[in-house]
């Protein structure tokens, strides 16, 4: 099993470019979500989706869309980016019982100038 | 919902010493609790878990109980190693389609 994958793992942007950040899993789970890393920030959840076809908001979601179309992927997308959302981005994944085990892909490192 | 506390960093400790990392939480019944660890440049992964209270979980020398009287879940390890640098980041269900709270992440340099 591959486990989480994330792509790009770095992407630079300039102001109002818009970009997707791909996730995929393996593992048949059923969850799965975006957060973001700020330094003194901890992880804060950005969108996440309990199954194909549902998503719903997390923390900060504004600037951020998502969809899942598949159980296997559940891309992100920056509308128009800006300086604010420069972070490293993860995905991560788990299955939607038992005791909620995290997954997570190796991030994104995300710089917008 | 539910909720954790970390202890903030960063910790430094020369090689050998003993490691303690508080982590207290607030929760509706008794929920999994987790340790996280992100090494340089990676990923979280999970480093141990206790699924109901008096539990101990462990791995890699690192241990933690799930104490319902104190409700904590401190970190403990009794002679890290330079390897062991890193972000350890408490977490536990927050309740409500899987979503998962994680603490604000504790930085520990190992010195040699």
């Known amino acids: 099993n591959a486990g989480v994958t994330q792509t790009p793992k770095f992407q630079v942007l300039k102001t109002g470019q818009s970009m997707t950040l791909q996730c995929a899993q393996d593992m048949n789970h059923e969850y799965m979500s975006w957060y973001r890393q700020d330094p003194g920030m901890g992880l804060r959840l950005i969108h996440y989706s309990v199954g194909a076809g549902i998503t719903d908001q997390g923390e900060v979601p504004n600037g951020y869309n998502v969809s899942r179309s598949t159980t296997e992927d559940f891309p992100l997308r920056l509308l128009s980016a800006a300086p604010s959302q420069t972070s490293v981005y993860f995905c991560?994944?788990?299955?939607?019982?038992?005791?909620?085990?995290?997954?997570f892909g190796p991030g994104t490192r995300l710089t917008v100038t | 919902g539910n909720s954790v506390t970390q202890m903030e960093g960063p910790v430094t400790l020369s090689e050998e010493a003993f490691l303690t990392i508080n982590c207290t939480y607030t929760?509706?019944?008794?929920?999994?609790l987790f340790w996280y660890v992100q090494y340089p440049g990676e990923g979280l992964q999970l480093l141990l878990k206790?699924?109901?209270?008096?539990d101990k979980g462990s791995n890699k020398g690192f241990e933690a109980t799930y104490r319902k009287e104190t409700t904590s879940f401190h970190l403990e390890k009794g002679s890290v190693q330079v390897s062991d640098s890193a972000v350890y980041f408490c977490?536990?269900?927050?309740?409500?389609?899987?979503?998962?709270?994680f603490g604000i992440g504790t930085k520990l340099q190992v010195i040699p």
């Open positions: 929760a509706t019944g008794y929920p999994s």
């Open positions: 977490a536990l269900p927050s309740g409500g389609y899987q979503k998962v709270t």
């Open positions: 206790a699924t109901k209270a008096d």
């Open positions: 991560a994944s788990s299955y939607a019982s038992g005791d909620y085990e995290q997954y």
